[in-house]
């Protein structure tokens, strides 16, 4: 309710400037353009400052001497970030920042290549296709932790897996095993993903291209290389990225399917989220802040990188394809860039 | 271009107004939330009308008929159900935002038994006088010390929990044993005559609870006291780096080193646990009362059903000490009707609540005599091992910050029974950082 008072207050206040500009018009725009701008205001910039606010700041951890917490928060400035990387949690941190990206280059480069071969085969025509494109968005429409619980089961110690390779592997302890079992339920959930926003851009790519291409004699391996893969690269790069961007935040997989406290297996969310449980907001949101931070330079360098690259090839490829098309292209991947940006910083702002 | 500009400018700073209002309201209410804390607790337990009780799911379905007999007999004073997820840290999570919003929406918090202190020193559950509970005196004593911080009272126990050794009677009585072991080392020596029996192929000796988390604070905690050490001490100063503590975890290191104890022991949890000893894989098992009705059952599922039977945990010389679980209610700082609530709990502690409670959902009850009542002993034939159990309990460590001593010694415990690091440093270093969680 409080919020709402400056908007209509402020273009009163400051008139001068405006008048150059034609100022019925932009006064429109603006009380047109404000319900929008409050709400995402309450739901991303709000969770984002208050977030950054509660991380300098520390409570609850001192008691007084009839044994009761000292209530109110203390302003501890970058204390909390400091001790992020001092000591003892700074190597629990390190760890599970090595965890974080472990998982998410290892499982993001096996999604896309499955992802990729099942585009492919879901893309082609054939008897059975519909029931074989449903078998292979089945993991994709099971919730996470469903489907941790699933394979929780299948790698317990009496479970499928170890019947199936002859051995009693312990799954959930610590060590190479606990991290494979991740990498292998979030692979089984996710390369469908990948596989559907592909066949997405597969279907986009015209009959002709392929029929020119057999008419020069190029071989199958030929078209996929120069053919497909270049056509498809733009939604590709969508996939990865947001695949990126989720496995950064992983979360609910190793927590379920192997544990709290796992060094094998703890990542920068589950550190923030421990924080939170005992009830340290303060320390809880400095390190949803770290984690949005490497979140946002991974997402920039990606764009900007990969980003960059897809423009150089279009433009060899083809030289009066057009201005507008690439311009296009480049601001879609920008574009989601941000939207998932927002979203991530709304969900490490709900720790 | 120039309209643009102007209305970015504009846009940009609405935005930023808006959000500076939103901070300033959000810093308002949080200061405000700090300081308006403290007083509310103090006062007395006043004030008469309807009341919600938070309870995690209730997975018997024999909580709302309790509450039912309380609404039947105060059409006034009704209480409301508010129930929370099964899982005990979401129940926990939601109870503290309940608190931190100083929300009236709780009156009556079914706290977990470890919970106390937390919530105590917070001041989110109001002090309950001793004398406003007539009936504490017939509470089994240890119930009543899980209910307390710093010697005050802050909640009633309302139902109870112990470890039960589990036990195949019917290899043992083969192999000519007559008495279930009291002791680890009969234990061992009763598994080594059963071994040679051939219908012991491909069984093991004994297991608990061992994967890293709570499981494995418990049944650490019950070696370190069955061996006469604590974690903890009478003080509040954690004494964990002890002859004894050491003498109750080699017990543990020593029982998968030698195969006593299954190497998959080290991913049970209570149901895998209880799965195992169904399928008849376990001589002996450590678990909660509602094993028994499950491994009794005879529709196939279990194994053992009519083979086993229940005894107190062994220890190191003598019967061993159980860590205690159970609910104790208590009376939301923030709620409104306080003397309802305390009526409301005293009736939910009360004999004849708890006894038409055990016989719906064979919860272990806090009421001391009900484990003599003879119908029920017939009912439930773990109820006599289960006195002895709950009646020999330690409370788990009554610290404030609960959360990090817990995982804690799930750390040092889980590192120890792996093998990855030796009994006396894991129990040094377990010291040293209970000493920096404990400062008073």
Known sequence: ?351 | MRFERSHARRTAFVAVASSFALLATACGSGDDGSSGGGGSSAAALEGRGPITLASGKDTSGNLQNQLNAWNASHPNEKVELKELPEDANAQRQQMIQNAQAQSDAFSVLSMDVVWTSEFAANQWVTPIPEDKVPDLGKLIPATVETAKYRDKLYGVPVTSDGGLLYYRKDLLTKAGIAEPPKTWDEMLADCQKVAALPEAKGMSCYAGQYEKYEGLTVNFAEAVNSAGGVIVDKDGKPNVNTPEAKAGLEELVNGFKVGAIPKAAHTYKEEEGRRAFQEGKLLFHRNWPYVYAKAQATDGSSKVAGKFAVAALPGKTGPGVSSLGGHDYAISSFAKNKATALDFINFMASEERQKANIEKTSQAPSWASLYDDATLNKQFPYLAPLKASIGNAQPRPRVVKYGDVTSAIQSAAYDALNGTVAPDKALADLQTKLQTLITN
């Open chain 1, 1 to 351: 309710m409080t919020a709402s008072a400056p908007v209509t207050e402020r273009p009163a206040s400051k008139p001068k400037k405006q008048q150059r500009f034609d100022e019925g018009t932009g006064r429109l725009a603006a009380v047109l353009l404000s319900p929008t701008l409050l709400v995402l205001g309450v739901v991303v910039l709000f969770p984002i400052i208050s977030a950054l606010r509660e991380s300098l700041f520390q409570s609850g951890q001192r008691l007084d001497e009839n044994g009761f917490i000292v209530k109110g928060s203390t302003f501890v400035g970058l204390d909390n970030y400091l001790d992020i990387f001092r000591g003892e949690t700074g190597d629990r941190f390190w760890n599970a920042f090595y965890n974080t990206t472990f998982f998410t280059v290892v499982c993001v480069v096996l999604e896309t290549v499955l992802g990729v071969a099942m585009a492919l085969i879901m893309a082609k025509a054939f008897k059975g296709r519909g029931i074989v494109r449903a078998s292979i968005l089945v993991p994709w429409a099971i919730p996470t932790v469903i489907s941790a619980l699933l394979w929780k089961w299948i790698f317990q110690a009496d479970g499928i897996a170890n019947t199936l390779i002859g051995t009693q592997v312990l799954w959930s302890t610590e060590g190479w095993q606990s991290k494979l079992s991740v990498v292998v339920a979030d692979t089984w959930k996710t390369a469908p993903f990948i596989g559907l926003l592909v066949l997405a851009g597969l279907q986009t790519i015209p009959a002709e291209v392929y029929e020119a291409a057999k008419v020069d004699g190029a071989n199958a391996w030929k078209t996929f290389t120069r053919i497909t893969l270049p056509l498809v690269k733009p939604a590709l790069l969508v996939a990865v990225l947001f695949r990126i961007l989720d496995t950064l935040r992983i979360f609910d997989l190793p927590f379920v399917l192997v544990g709290q406290h796992k060094n094998s297996v703890e990542t920068l969310s589950m550190l923030a989220y421990d924080e939170a449980s005992n009830v340290r907001f303060g320390p809880a949101a400095a390190y949803a802040t770290v984690l949005f931070i490497y979140v946002a330079v991974v997402a920039y360098l990606f764009v900007k990188i990969l980003g960059a690259d897809v423009i150089g090839e279009a433009r060899v490829k083809k030289p009066g394809g057009g201005n507008g098309k690439r311009w296009r292209k480049k601001n879609a991947v920008q574009d989601t860039t941000n939207a998932s940006v927002g979203a991530v910083a709304s969900g490490g702002g709900g720790f």
